[in-house]
């Protein structure tokens, strides 16, 4: 944050104040896919994002942010996977292992073995010590999905 006064046409800076950015993101990446194994219908299962992670003013760890300071988060994923024909699959981000309606995404999988791309936004208030995930589920049950990549952020707004 900067801040200025203009005293006739030359501009004074007051005071230059560093400001603290907080944010997480957990990602995948495998070309040749990593099957995610579902429950049963409408069961959401968190997904394992592995590839890398990098985080300040939360922690990261393996598939979930883990949140440190109670605030609003903007959130945003996307999932790119193929899975069996005629199913449609959901995604969301959960939240204590708990799903978030207002950050679900859908995709109908026409024919087996597409590769396409599924994702959310949202806004959602948070608390310190919650444990947040991605998670998807199939909802007619059973047919896993292969995860080609995937990437899933929170920023502090």
Not at 31 to 44: D, F, K, S
Not at 49 to 57: M, Y
Not at 101 to 113: L, N, P, S, V
Request: aromatic share 8%.
């Amino acid at each position: 944050l900067l801040l200025l006064v203009g005293c006739s046409e030359s501009k004074v800076i007051l005071q230059e104040t560093p400001v603290q950015k907080t944010y997480g993101q957990v990602y995948y990446h495998n070309e040749t896919g990593n099957t995610v194994t579902l429950p049963g219908a409408n069961q959401y299962t968190n997904i394992t994002l592995n590839s890398g992670s990098h985080c300040v003013g939360m922690e990261c760890g393996g598939y979930m942010l883990n949140i440190t300071t109670s605030a609003f988060y903007s959130a945003e994923y996307h999932l790119s996977f193929s899975g069996s024909a005629n199913r449609e699959y959901h995604s969301t981000i959960g939240v204590n292992g708990v799903e978030k309606d207002e950050c679900h995404g859908a995709r109908f999988i026409g024919t087996g073995g597409d590769v396409g791309n599924m994702g959310g936004t949202c806004q959602i208030y948070l608390n310190s010590g919650d444990v947040i995930t991605l998670m998807v589920e199939n909802e007619d049950g059973g047919q896993d999905l292969s995860l080609q990549d995937s990437n899933f952020n929170l920023v502090l707004i």
